[in-house]
Structure formats: structure tokens, C-alpha cells
């Protein structure tokens, strides 16, 4: 006899933090060893504003700024800034707590050259919009709840990775998606690498660092393929002790896409397509060890799904899709990040928009059983 599908309840949307001077978007959140939960974003002004004709992920002041709860519900209004790059605009905070309480935030940036001079930095380097150079990753720590942070620390670059930052150098490893500190302690990072000379094409590979994020070593390939794009990516560790990568894909019809590690990092087993569309992903482990995996709809109707995986997340094909919302007014959504309140209850935290109105940072609330 099958086992019966998992029960869930929503209890209900929040707005976790919003202001219709700014675009926040690409939330993280954990949860403090005290409960107080905390929840990390990317803000820049809405340009909208003064007659900017839309809206763009990329600024020169986009900040890493970060508010606070301690019940899930009710927020600080006024965000604390993580990290403010010296020289452009940083994207997508993604953090991770460390069992010792320790945090890190993985970021990457831009820096704002004019296109002209774009053409004569040495090459080659990613200009993904005018006037826009891709500077690479970074990480920052804090060791004290998220009030002061310490960095930037700079991984190294990805071997096959063929770009350069804006002075010329080799391009730092990067990646918008959960890490996780493995039972022995290490800590597993997929990043992403430019491989093609003028192309966007990107494939995934790994890094681990046994430092406590000071220090970083390339491990192995987790998804190439010649066609298929792979980025964006999160890692999770199961009970026994697989890693398994979930991954966005471009030019793949938007499928999400899985990868398997069975020997602690050395190596990844091919990636598979998991069957239904939707990114990125970020997986959360419940108290029984089943998995929450939620992720973003950008198909009309626009919103936030999941799904409940067994313990070893080999379930993924067959898991129902629950569809947490369905209401957004365009497809600059999603990036949810989920983090367990107490016993049954789990707070899904994303960036969404109303008809085509501010981009905010939200929540919704899941009972479980």
C-alpha cells in the first residue's frame, strides 16, 4: 500500500517587508538559535519612480540589508545593512547558519562602466546590460546574529571558468543558492561558470571549504551539458549523507533538474530532469526528515509552489505540487527560501508583486503534518 500524500494547511500570506521607493527582492531566511528568524535581501531604488521605463535587477545601488522577527509575523520596518560593495551593486544574499551559530551571506556584484570603455577592459568579461560589467562572488560573516559582518572573502575561480572581472582578473566563483554544512562540518557551495566565449551558456560545480567559509577548494562537475544552461542552484544533504543539487536550467523549457552525490562530493551522478517546471529551488528539512522544496512559477498563473519529498528526495517525479500562491501580477517573482518556525509550522519567504505594483518581500505560512 502507497503511503499517503502529505497534509498541509496554509495558514496564511504576509508581507515581510515592502516600500515603494525600492525594489527588494531575492529573499534567504534562518532561524537563530534564540528564534529570532532573519531574513536577507537585495533593495535598490524602484527607477520606475523617475521615469525609468522598467524595472531592472541590476543597479548601482543595490544593497544586502536584512530585517528581523521574532515570531515570523511582525518585522522591523527599517532593514539593517549587511554589505554595501565598494564599487557597484550586489545581488541575491543567500544565507547560511552554521551549527556553531556562526553566519555567512554568499553574494556577487556589478560594477557600472560606461559601454564604450567596457570594450577596451581585457577580455573577456560579461556585460549582460549596458554599461554593466559582472564582477564575480563573494562572501561575508557574521559572528554575532547578523549585527556586524566581517569580509568580503573572495573564493577562487571555477577551473573552466573563462571570464574576467572588470581590472582583469580571474573571475571569483559565484551563485545565487543554499549552501549547506554537511554532518562532518564542510561546507558544500555549487557555483556557476561562463565556459563559452561569448555566450551566456553556464554549467555547476563544486566547492567546499572546511574553514568555516574563510577558505575555498574546487571538488568536481555537478551539471554540464553542451545545450543546457545549469545555475542558480541549492544543496542539500540528506540523512544519509547524499548530497543532491537542485538546479535552475535555461534552454531547457524551464524543467528543474537534479544531481546526486553519493561519495561526499568527490563526484556527481548525471543530472536528470525532475519532471515539472519552476525555479530556483531551496530545500528545508522537516523534523520527520521529509523535505520541503519550494520554487518559483514564472507561468501564468504567476506565483509559488513546493513539494513534500521523502527523506532521500528520490520522490521528486511523483510528489504532489501544492500551489502556495497563484495571485502575482507579472513574473518578476518567486526566489522563495523556507525556514521551520517551531514543530508544524514553516514560514516560505519570496520576493512578489501585485499588479505590476512594488516588488516586495513576502511570506507565507504552512502548517504541516
Not at 502529505?6 to 521607493?21: G, S
Not at 577562487?156 to 562532518?184: C, F, H, Q, S
Amino acid at each position: 500500500m502507497s503511503p499517503s500524500p502529505p497534509t498541509w494547511r496554509k495558514v496564511k500570506d504576509l508581507i515581510i517587508y515592502e516600500d515603494a521607493r525600492f525594489y527588494a527582492a531575492f529573499p534567504s531566511v534562518v532561524r537563530r538559535p534564540d528564534g529570532e528568524v532573519l531574513v536577507a535581501f537585495r533593495r535598490a531604488p524602484d527607477r520606475r519612480i523617475w521615469g525609468q521605463d522598467k524595472i531592472t535587477h541590476v543597479d548601482p545601488n543595490s544593497y544586502l540589508v536584512l530585517v528581523r522577527s521574532r515570531d515570523g509575523e511582525t518585522w522591523t520596518k527599517e532593514p539593517e545593512l549587511i554589505y554595501a560593495d565598494a564599487i557597484g551593486g550586489s545581488q541575491d544574499p543567500c544565507l547560511l547558519q552554521l551549527r556553531d551559530g556562526t553566519l555567512l551571506c554568499a553574494s556577487y556584484g556589478w560594477t557600472f562602466i560606461p559601454t564604450a570603455r567596457i570594450a577596451q577592459l581585457k577580455q573577456p568579461v560579461f556585460s549582460p546590460v549596458p554599461d554593466v560589467v559582472f564582477n564575480g562572488g563573494y562572501l561575508v560573516k557574521s559572528n554575532d546574529g547578523g549585527r556586524t559582518w566581517q569580509g568580503p572573502v573572495y573564493p577562487p575561480r571555477i577551473p573552466t571558468e573563462i571570464l574576467l572581472d572588470p581590472y582583469g582578473k580571474p573571475l571569483p566563483a559565484y551563485n545565487r543558492g543554499a549552501m549547506v554544512e554537511g554532518r562532518d562540518g564542510r561546507i558544500f557551495w555549487v557555483c556557476a561558470a561562463h565556459e563559452t566565449a561569448g555566450s551566456h551558456h553556464t554549467n555547476n560545480h563544486l566547492l567546499i571549504s572546511e574553514d568555516k567559509g574563510q577558505s575555498w577548494r574546487y571538488s568536481c562537475p555537478v551539471a554540464t551539458d553542451a545545450r543546457i544552461s545549469f545555475n542558480e542552484t541549492s544543496i542539500y544533504e540528506t540523512p544519509a549523507g547524499d548530497l543532491v543539487a537542485f538546479l535552475r536550467t535555461a534552454d531547457f523549457d524551464d524543467e528543474a533538474c537534479i544531481a546526486r552525490s553519493t561519495d561526499g562530493g568527490k563526484s556527481f551522478q548525471p543530472w536528470q530532469g525532475m519532471g515539472f517546471q519552476g525555479h530556483p529551488l531551496q530545500a528545508l528539512r522537516l523534523p520527520d526528515d521529509r523535505v520541503l522544496l519550494v520554487y518559483g512559477y514564472r507561468h501564468e498563473p504567476f506565483g509559488i509552489r513546493a513539494r513534500i519529498l521523502n527523506a532521500e528526495c528520490t520522490d521528486y517525479a511523483t510528489a504532489p505540487e501544492m500551489i502556495l500562491r497563484d495571485d502575482a501580477g507579472t513574473g518578476d517573482i518567486g526566489y522563495p527560501w523556507s525556514v521551520q518556525l517551531d514543530a508544524t509550522h514553516v514560514l516560505v519567504t519570496y520576493y512578489y508583486n501585485l499588479a505590476d505594483g512594488p516588488r516586495h518581500i513576502a511570506g507565507t505560512m504552512l502548517e504541516l503534518a
